[in-house]
T-cell receptor
Framework: DADVTQTPRNRITKTGKRIMLECSQT?????MYWYRQDPGLGLRLIYY???????NKGEISDGYSVSRQAQAKFSLSLESAIPNQTALYFC??????????????FGPGTRLTVL | SQQGEEDPQALSIQEGENATMNCSYK?????LQWYRQNSGRGLVHLIL???NEREKHSGRLRVTLDTSKKSSSLLITASRAADTASYFC????????????WGLGTSLAVNP
């Protein structure tokens, strides 16, 4: 969905390097999420933000940090990358409307390889 | 453990056949959603069914929800090669956790 963009799309880095993945959205949604996807493990939530001042840890936040710079921007940092953080990372957005659906819109993903 | 559990984990059919995938969940929900993910791509929302609905249609998709059994099914009729993807059924509870709970998905292969 072009309304949610992620940069970079692919990244190869070395163990110990600091990496930042960026997400921008033009949907005007308040909620933003970072997930990682590994083969056989499905989607796992890293961090989520319900608005600019609200940041929450997901189920696998260790080794990651986030920054919600604006309603439209949510970045994910790996402070010191390690090989088991090699995965496909997705950003998503949603707007908890009056119908309480939380339908999510995903970016195209960032494939991260840590050597 | 995963809230949403899709079954089967993998399904292979011929083009033109119908594909049925099932999903179970553990706690009460406000809605259940189905998403498709083409290989290595982002997920795309397909259809949502609310807890007070029993069946919903969208094009070639038919979704059912049985809250007494905490289960849902997705039927894709007259499948096409382009339907080859992984399908996920996250559920949403506005009260407890206020976010989608994801399972591992069903991998569907539609052979031409």
């Amino acid at each position: 969905d072009a309304d949610v963009t992620q940069t970079p799309r692919n990244r190869i880095t070395k163990t110990g390097k600091r990496i930042m993945l960026e997400c921008s959205q033009t949907k005007g949604h308040d909620r933003m999420y970072w997930y990682r996807q590994d083969p056989g493990l499905g989607l796992r939530l890293i961090y989520y933000s319900f608005d600019v001042k609200d940041i929450n840890k997901g189920e696998i936040s260790d080794g990651y940090s986030v920054s919600r710079q604006a309603q439209a921007k949510f970045s994910l940092s790996l402070e010191s990358a390690i090989p088991n953080q090699t995965a496909l990372y997705f950003c998503a957005t949603s707007d908890l409307d009056s119908g309480s659906t939380d339908t999510q819109y995903f970016g195209p993903g960032t494939r991260l390889t840590v050597l | 453990s995963q809230q949403g559990e899709e079954d089967p984990q993998a399904l292979s059919i011929q083009e033109g056949e119908n594909a049925t995938m099932n999903c179970s969940y553990k706690t009460s929900i406000n809605n259940l959603q189905w998403y498709r993910q083409n290989s290595g791509r982002g997920l795309v929302h397909l259809i949502l069914i609310r807890s007070n609905e029993r069946e919903k249609h969208s094009g070639r998709l038919r979704v059912t929800l049985d809250t007494s059994k905490k289960s849902s099914s997705l039927l894709i009729t007259a499948s096409r090669a382009a339907d080859t993807a992984s399908y996920f059924c996250p559920s949403f509870n506005a009260g407890n956790n206020r976010k989608l709970i994801w399972g591992l998905g069903t991998s569907l292969a539609v052979n031409p």
